[in-house]
């Protein structure tokens, strides 16, 4: 008897038995995502149930006892920022156990704590003006894990508001960290001035007026103060350069800047930033028209990195443009956002 083969399905039955079962695998990869979404909600809804039970164990009052100091918040305010206090209290956490008194013992000093409870109910710090004090409250916001706390103890903001403002950088390092009279930073010894010409004294004849402390010129000195500097007889590639003190690392967004009123305006400057040693272009003036009709001007920066130097340096003509390339500026002022 002869033998049998199968017989080949003709080409299009071939083609529709492939989409079937195409279709078959479509169908139970959607079940399955389907099975997947069902299963992650109810993931969600088990994670909520857990953590609203487990908030049940505490009450809308808590007591606490840190380092034998006691103290009573809401729970909303333990609760409020993410941190070591929050997962102590949302159930989410580790675990706690209540004394015999009924207070939850943390085992840190009390001294700053009233601190930290007040800025978690109010959002506001007041912060000590005691630097041994301050750096206290440094290590107790660390240690709470408290991020936004952290961030304004360790920063300080300068926002810049008019030309003559007194919201500047370098007024408040005039102030002494805003704890005294207005002084020029300078004179406190929290910048150091420097020039091309490495200079910190007056000449009554040219080069110009440099940065020396009342009487006379003051590069860094709030405009209340009166300041001239600069230079004449072609000052292109001469620069004042301000450090900053103590170690202090500043990220400026704006900076201002006046005239002198000593001989041509300046038309044509560039202001640098240095970070880890390297100079970086912040603003480049050329043919600049806001000092030519006006005593002071600001101007916006662009500055991704904190730096500890800055240096403003004539690169062009004057605006009276007759050859002589005067630059005459003075009363310099920084607003960003300083390290502490």
Known sequence: MAATSATPLPLAGAQRHFEGLQKCVAEELSKLDASRVALEKERVQFEDAKRRIAM???ASTV???????IFRTSLATLTKETSMLSQMFSGSGFKV????????FIDRSGKHFDTILN????GVLVKPTDPAALEELKIEADFYQLESLIKLLTQESFTFHSVNDMDGLLYWLGCNKGTSPYKSPKQLGLVTVKTSDNTEGISASYPGYSVSSPPG???VAHPTLSCQGGWCNDARGKYFTVSLT???LFNPNYYALSFSNTCHRPACWRVEGCHDGNWVTLKAHKNDPSLKTQPR?????SCQDFCSEFRVTCTGHDHENAGCNCFHVSCFELYGTLLL
């Not at 156990?97 to 939850?104: M, R």
């Not at 001007?297 to 920066?301: G, K, N, T, V, Y």
């Open 297 to 301: 001007a600001a101007w916006p920066l």
């Open 246 to 248: 103590e170690g202090l």
């Open 217 to 219: 010129c003051d590069f």
């Open 63 to 69: 007591k606490l006892d840190v380092g034998g100091r």
């Open 56 to 58: 049940v164990h505490f």
């Open 97 to 104: 156990e209540k004394d015999e008194d009924g207070s939850y």
């Open 119 to 122: 800025y978690l109910r109010t």
